[in-house]
């Protein structure tokens, strides 16, 4: 089944700075790739995604790179502000839906203001 | 749009007893899924639904863990008996139905269930 490697576990940046969180997949099938922040006591929401035939996707201040090849992909928040600060979780899986996500074991960003 | 709705938010039990957790999904959404986080880890799939049948559960202790999604749409998820090590917020979160190209594998979570077991 697949695997999701993600790094670093915690991460610590000034507030404006960039922050960039990395992942890697190891089954080939996968071709969808989510990324979600987790809050304090809340369910992990979605924030961005890409699919395997596009190779980076932006929205406003986060952006997410894939490079298929290398089974590597990863989340770039720039501007960072402290409301930024949470868990992020990458994913992977099949864009059936036949599989469910295999998560990554999480990144702490710590925005400091 | 309502979320998925997940009850109990919070539930502490002994050791060796029982507990149930309820799953609403997004309305139409075919899919349901329940995912094990454990402090400090990303969540893990335990079970996973289309419609009422079961797609995967290969992850599922299924010794101690039970689940049913009668009517295809709301879900419960039990466990009997509770061990220590069942700790942990237990995630609900459904898809849409069909692969429509862009969205179909969208999974939306509810705000989870936590269990303390002592």
């Known amino acids: 089944g697949e695997n999701v490697e993600q790094h670093p576990s915690t991460l610590s940046v000034q507030e404006g700075d960039s922050a960039v969180i990395k992942c890697t997949y190891s089954?080939?099938?996968?071709?969808?790739f989510p990324w979600y922040k987790q809050e304090l006591g809340k369910g992990p929401q979605l924030i961005i995604d890409i699919r395997s035939n596009v190779g980076e996707k932006k929205d406003q201040r986060i952006a997410v790179t894939l490079n298929k090849t290398a089974k590597h992909f990863s989340l770039h928040i720039t501007e960072t502000q402290p409301e930024d600060s949470a868990v992020y979780f990458c994913?992977?899986?099949?864009?059936?839906?036949?599989?469910?996500?295999?998560f990554g074991s999480g990144t702490r960003l710590q925005v400091q203001p | 749009e309502a979320g998925v709705a997940q009850s109990p938010r919070y539930k502490i039990i002994e050791k060796r007893q029982s507990v149930a957790f309820w799953c609403n999904p997004i309305?139409?959404?075919?899919?349901l899924y329940w995912y094990q986080q454990i402090l400090g880890q990303g969540p893990k799939l335990l079970i996973q639904f289309q419609n009422n049948g079961v797609v995967d559960d290969s992850q599922l202790p299924k010794d101690r863990f039970s689940a049913e999604r009668l009517k295809g749409v709301d879900s419960t998820l039990k466990i009997q008996p509770a061990k220590l090590e069942d700790s942990a917020v237990y995630l609900c979160a459904s898809s849409p139905r069909e692969y429509r190209g862009y969205s179909g594998n969208t999974i939306y979570f509810g705000e989870g269930s936590w269990l303390t077991v002592v």
């Open positions: 309305s139409g959404h075919a899919t």
């Open positions: 994913a992977a899986s099949e864009d059936t839906g036949r599989r469910a996500l295999t």
């Open positions: 089954d080939s099938a996968s071709n969808y």
